[in-house]
């Protein structure tokens, strides 16, 4: 097969082919074979929905940019809505998310200075290691807090963008 302007065209070859097999029989009747050529084209609906009005029937030609059909749109109208709010309900999450992280960020400053601090009594004899251990302990619990903390944000950012893209799509 050759794709030429859209249109699937057999090469005269096959064509020839079918008329020395048919044609080396022995017998006396004649047989012809010929190419017909069509094209069948399938055209999706970029928007799913109940259609309204059918402009054409099966096997009408059509042109380019022709209106062929109408199709409710109300459905997608309501699923562009709730895209718009999953999206804000996103960038809402993101903001009590982001204020979090900043806490939690100002948190680990603090215990993190707190645990230097103890760690130098520690070294000078003058805190015990009980106070040491539980500002280790603080320092790790925050740690993880922030870590965690920043991977909700970038979760929310992935988010964002999928619920934008399809929105882009709707």
Same mark, same amino acid.
């Given at each position: 097969?050759?794709? *030429?302007g859209?249109?699937?065209?057999l090469?005269?070859v *096959?064509?020839?082919? #079918?008329?020395?097999?048919?044609g080396?029989?022995?017998d006396?009747?004649h047989?012809y074979?010929?190419? #017909? ?5 399938k *055209?999706p609906a970029?928007a799913?929905?109940q259609?309204? /009005?059918?402009?054409v ?6 042109v380019?940019?022709?209106k062929?059909?109408v ?5 997608? *109208?309501?699923?562009?809505?709730? #895209?718009?709010?999953?999206? #804000? ?7 009590i ?14 215990? %993190? ?5 103890i760690?130098?009594l520690?070294?000078?004899n003058?805190?015990p290691?009980?106070?040491l ?19 909700n ?7 964002q %963008? %999928?619920?934008q893209a399809q929105?882009?799509? /709707?």
């Open positions: 097969h050759n794709r *030429v859209g249109k699937m065209k090469y005269p *096959v064509l020839i082919i #079918l008329i020395f097999f048919f080396c029989k022995n006396t009747r047989q074979t010929g190419v #017909l050529e069509g094209t069948a084209v *055209v970029l799913g929905g259609i309204l /009005a059918l402009y029937d099966s096997g009408d030609q059509v380019k940019d022709q062929i059909a199709i409710d749109s109300t459905e997608l *109208v309501f699923q562009r809505q709730q #895209l718009q709010a999953a999206l #804000l309900e996103i960038q809402i999450q993101q903001e998310a982001r204020t979090t992280f900043d806490k939690i960020t100002s948190d680990l400053a603090y215990v %993190q200075e707190k645990y230097d601090r760690a130098q520690f070294q000078k003058s805190a290691r009980q106070n251990d539980d500002a280790q302990n603080q320092l790790q619990t925050v740690t993880s807090s922030h870590r965690s903390a920043r991977q944000l970038q979760i929310l950012a992935a988010r %963008q %999928q619920v929105l882009n799509l /709707a």
